[in-house]
C-alpha cells in the first residue's frame, strides 16, 4: 500500500542538539510537505518542496532546515536554534497543487517531539 | 492574506444525529478551495470532503457533506448519522490560487464527541 512513513514516532532532544525526523513517501507524489501542531492549535507550515533540489520556507522556518534529495523524502532538522521545538510534527505530500489544485495533501502519522 | 476561524471549539452530538461543524474563511483570492480533515487521537490527518470555489454544488462524500456559502465565505461540514468513531478533531483548512495552491492554511480545530 501507498503512503507516508515518518519515523520515529517519539524523539527527545537534549538542550544544544540537533534532531532529524524522518519523512518517506511512496505515492510518486511530487510535493511534499513540514508542519507543526502545538496543542489545542491548527498545523502551521514549516517547509515545503515542489520538487526534487527545491524547497521553500513556510510561515515559521526558523531554526528548521530541510533537504528533498530524492523524490520520496523530504527530511527536517530541528535545530539548536529552535527554542520551542516540543510540538507534534507532521509530514504530507500531495499531486503538484498548481496542476491538481482540487487535490488534497496525503498526512503521515506524525513525530512527536520533546525537551529533555 | 488567507485565514481560517472554526469558532467551535467543541461539539457534542448523539449517536446516528446529525451535526454541523462552522468553519468561515477569509480570503482575497479568485481562485481557491477548502477541504476538511479529520484527526483522530491516533494523531493522523484524515482527507475528508474538498469544495472548489468555482463548484457550483455542494461537496458530498459518504455521510460527509459540505454547505458551501461563497457569498457568506463559509463551509460548513455536515456530518450525518454520527457513529462513535466520528470523535475526533476536525480541521477547516484553505489554498488558494495566489500561493500557486502550495501553501494550506488551517483553521485551529473543533473537538466532536459522539455519544452513544
Known amino acids: 500500500d501507498g503512503g507516508i512513513t515518518q519515523s520515529p514516532k517519539y524523539l527527545f532532544r537534549k538542550e544544544g542538539q540537533n534532531v532529524t525526523l524522518s519523512c518517506e513517501q511512496n505515492?510518486?507524489?511530487?510535493?511534499m510537505y513540514w508542519y507543526r501542531q502545538d496543542p489545542g492549535q491548527g498545523l502551521r507550515l514549516i517547509y515545503y518542496?515542489?520538487?526534487?533540489?527545491?524547497?521553500q520556507k513556510g510561515d515559521i522556518a526558523e531554526g528548521y532546515s530541510v533537504s528533498r534529495e530524492k523524490k520520496e523524502s523530504f527530511p527536517l532538522t530541528v535545530t539548536s536554534a529552535q527554542k520551542n521545538p516540543t510540538a507534534f510534527y507532521l509530514c504530507?505530500?500531495?499531486?503538484?497543487?498548481?496542476?491538481?489544485?482540487?487535490?488534497?495533501?496525503?498526512f503521515g502519522d506524525g513525530t512527536r517531539l520533546s525537551i529533555l | 492574506a488567507q485565514k481560517i476561524t472554526q469558532t467551535q471549539p467543541g461539539m457534542f452530538v448523539q449517536e446516528k444525529e446529525a451535526v454541523t461543524l462552522d468553519c468561515t474563511y477569509d480570503?482575497?483570492?479568485?481562485?481557491?478551495?477548502l477541504f476538511w480533515y479529520k484527526q483522530p487521537s491516533s494523531g493522523e490527518m484524515i482527507f475528508l470532503i474538498y469544495?472548489?470555489?468555482?463548484?457550483?454544488q455542494n461537496a458530498t462524500e459518504g455521510r460527509y457533506s459540505l454547505n458551501f456559502q461563497k457569498a457568506r465565505k463559509s463551509a460548513n461540514l455536515v456530518i450525518s448519522a454520527s457513529q462513535l468513531g466520528d470523535s475526533a478533531m476536525y480541521f477547516c483548512?484553505?489554498?488558494?490560487?495566489?500561493?500557486?495552491?502550495?501553501?494550506?492554511?488551517f483553521g485551529t480545530g473543533t473537538r466532536l464527541l459522539v455519544s452513544p
Open positions: 504530507a505530500s500531495s499531486r503538484p497543487p498548481s496542476v491538481y489544485s482540487n487535490q488534497p495533501q496525503h
Open positions: 505515492l510518486n507524489h511530487d510535493a
Open positions: 518542496s515542489q520538487i526534487v533540489n527545491d524547497f
Open positions: 480570503t482575497s483570492d479568485p481562485s481557491y478551495g
Open positions: 469544495q472548489g470555489s468555482y463548484d457550483q
Open positions: 483548512a484553505m489554498r488558494g490560487m495566489n500561493t500557486g495552491f502550495q501553501k494550506l492554511v
